[in-house]
Nanobody
Framework: QVQVVESGGGLVQPGGSLRLSCTVSGSTFGDYSVGWFRQAPGQDRDRVACISGDGFGTYYSSSVEGRGTISRDNAKNTMFLRLTNLNSEDTATYYC?????????????????WGQGTQVTVSS
């Protein structure tokens, strides 16, 4: 059974940075595209960034492009998202998701396995 676990959230000051981690277990990690999505209270779940199984394909939403870097270490079954220059609009619960197979458009409907989420709060 595929399991997805996020870590790395917390309280960050405006202008600061953080790195989120996502570990996928239960199958061959390199066979899975993985992505980050986020949801603020009262809002829809939005895509943030996604990466293909081999790491060569990436997507960034306009909200994080230039501030975000998604990467993965297939030997460690882990994917990372680094965000810099954080602002209050980045406050949300961040979810990691995985799908087996082709690197499809970075949309929540295309992902099958989800973690429980990690809270990121940007505040002084």
């Amino acid at each position: 059974q595929v399991q997805v676990v996020e870590s790395g959230g917390g309280l960050v000051q405006p202008g600061g940075s953080l790195r989120l981690s996502c570990t996928v277990s239960g199958s061959t990690f390199g066979d899975y595209s993985v992505g980050w999505f986020r949801q603020a209270p009262g809002q829809d779940r939005d895509r943030v960034a996604c990466i293909s199984g081999d790491g060569f394909g990436t997507y960034y939403s306009s909200s994080v492009e230039g501030r975000g870097t998604i990467s993965r270490d297939n030997a460690k079954n882990t994917m990372f998202l680094r965000l810099t220059n954080l602002n209050s609009e980045d406050t949300a619960t961040y979810y990691c998701a995985a799908r087996k197979g082709w690197f499809l458009p970075c949309a929540a409907d295309n992902y099958d396995y989800w973690g429980q989420g990690t809270q990121v709060t940007v505040s002084s």
